[in-house]
């Protein structure tokens, strides 16, 4: 008797093929085709009139941040995902060395929030004794580890700004070695954010180069997603060309108004690199605003020695003056995001950690000036001391059309770029982005069915067959017979995202049932919190 029979359904297959009618039969984790057949099986699903695809694979996650505070990932296996790639942006836990723990938790800053409890037993090995840890209370889903390039840098070197000495690079090499011997899939770098901003093409050839010893993958989030867009592409190709590593552009966008437009010549020079035998691939989110941390809006050259060095400029009157005409002046090196016609519209404050601030989440950034009586530069550095720089903000910064064009681009992957967080509990604070519970059916039922953009078939490729064949993921991200049972089945007339920036905090509709690894995850959309999800390893 199998485990499960998925009958009547229409399956669309994850390949870009067009749908077909077939049974779908689960056994021991195992999926296959079975055309009409009916089949005795423990579960049946009548999947009539609905869609049976692969579980879509979200390339760009956030949620090792989030599974230790609780490991449910509703807002994400409730949206069909089923293999989420985490350790992203250059943010990892691990590995941490206990001389350099204080700065990597001032790094971390900018992606987590961590109360003193968590901070004093920061002290991870590495990634994937972190992950493993993790693993120990259940996945909801599997997930496919990165390391990052600036956990790894503050390790070896702290947050120096120098370039590495041949010690510090050789540290450097040791620990990724290690990482990608455990099994993590590759080497994540966030350029823009200090001390990742620090490295050289030289460093990180270097280090791409062990990557792809382990046939892994370089993904990388640009220094400039703005002015400097088509230098920071042209400098990954560079990497990509002289390590011969699999390189992934993180969430490609064009960012801010003076830059809209500039997606097209970014695309045409990875199609051209492509052509010439270099493999760049990128990724897209279904959303014209991005998330980031409120420090963004701080100058670089005030953070080059961390959160904790910067915060003691803030906090002296005097050099804080200096600071705020900073951020009010056009710079050569720096992409100044308030350098628009209203730069507050364009950012809202979205998880604050202190009780006293809390009534600022979601609020822009003169809303909250106002109720503090200070000018909008001096809200914002009153907010970063309260908040020991800990802000998560949410910037509109592209522009639809942008969005269009790289979304309907053939190699285009889709992701979430987000955190797994809940309706209720600890991750149903702070005003989130919606993308961290709608992205699928978002791309699903408002780009492919309602506009058109591109047909289901493709936007299910590019959310499964698209990011595995990427990642090398072993039978995975279609469905096939011998193939994994990953699978997701939605209305396709029902799918649609429902969290805005208002609210966020709503599943989407349409998604009836989530099998991962053969398990039932999601029965008539409502998780079931079976955990069958697995901490996947790089086997290629």
Not at 377 to 402: G, R, T
Not at 483 to 497: G, L, R, S
Request: proline fraction near 4%.
């Amino acid at each position: 008797m199998l485990d499960l029979l998925i009958k009547n359904g229409t399956v669309i297959d994850g390949t870009g093929k067009s749908r077909f009618q077939s049974n779908v039969a689960v056994d021991h984790g195992i999926l296959s085709l079975v055309g009409d057949q009916i089949m005795e099986a423990v579960k049946v699903i009548d999947a009539r009139d609905r869609i049976v695809c692969p579980g879509f694979i979200d390339i760009h996650g956030h949620s090792d941040f989030t599974f230790f505070i609780d490991n449910r990932g509703q807002s994400k296996i409730t949206q069909g995902i089923t293999t989420e790639v985490v350790g992203n942006c250059g943010f990892t836990a691990g590995p941490v060395h206990k001389d350099h723990q204080e700065e990597l938790l001032q790094y971390l800053g900018n992606t987590i929030v961590l109360d003193d409890v968590w901070k004093k037993n920061w002290l991870w090995k590495s990634q994937a004794k972190y992950l493993a840890r993790l693993s120990e209370s259940g996945l909801p889903y599997n997930i496919a580890p990165l390391v990052g390039h600036g956990t790894i840098r503050v390790a070896a070197m702290g947050f120096s700004k120098q370039k590495p000495t041949s010690r510090a690079l050789n540290n450097m090499v040791a620990l990724l070695e290690e990482e990608m011997g455990n099994g993590v899939f590759g080497l994540s770098a966030g350029l823009e954010y200090e001390p990742g901003s620090f490295a050289d093409p030289k460093e990180l050839i270097t280090l791409a180069k062990v990557v792809r010893r382990f046939n892994g993958i370089y993904t990388t989030h640009l220094k400039s997603e703005g002015r400097d867009l088509l230098k920071c592409i042209e400098e990954a190709i560079h990497i990509g060309k002289e390590s011969g590593v699999s390189v992934e552009i993180s969430h490609l966008k064009a960012s801010y108004q003076p830059n809209w437009g500039i997606v097209s010549a970014a695309l045409e020079m990875i199609d051209k690199a492509n052509r010439e035998g270099v493999d760049i691939g990128f990724d897209v989110y279904p959303y014209t605003a991005a998330g980031s941390g409120l420090i963004d809006l701080i100058p670089p050259w005030y953070k080059e020695r961390g959160s904790s060095d910067m915060l003691r400029t803030l906090s002296d009157k005097e050099r804080r003056g200096f600071v705020i005409e900073d951020m009010k002046k056009y710079s050569e090196i720096w992409d100044n995001p308030m350098l628009t016609d209203d730069w507050d519209a364009q950012i809202r404050i979205a998880l604050l950690k202190t009780d006293a601030n809390k009534k600022y989440e979601g609020a822009t950034i003169c809303q909250a000036a106002k109720d503090m009586g200070l000018t909008p530069y001096e809200a914002v550095i009153a907010l970063l001391i309260a908040e020991d720089a800990s802000i998560k903000a949410i910037f509109f910064a592209m522009c639809d059309e942008d969005l269009e064009t790289i979304m309907k681009h053939p190699s285009a992957m889709f992701c979430t770029d987000g955190r797994a967080v809940a309706t209720s509990g600890e991750l149903s604070k702070g005003s989130v982005h919606p993308r961290y519970y709608g992205t699928y059916p978002r791309i699903i039922g408002h780009y492919a069915r309602d506009k058109k953009l591109f047909s289901m078939e493709e936007a299910i490729m590019k959310s499964t067959s698209l990011p595995a064949e990427k990642l090398r993921l072993q039978k995975r991200g279609i469905i096939a017979d011998g193939y994994i049972a990953d699978i997701t089945v939605f209305d396709p007339e029902k799918i649609i995202d429902k969290a805005t920036f208002d609210r966020p905090h709503q599943i989407s509709a349409g998604v009836e049932q989530v099998i991962v690894n053969g398990s039932l995850a999601v029965e008539n959309g409502i998780p079931v919190h079976t955990f069958p999800g697995q901490l996947l390893r790089n086997q290629s």
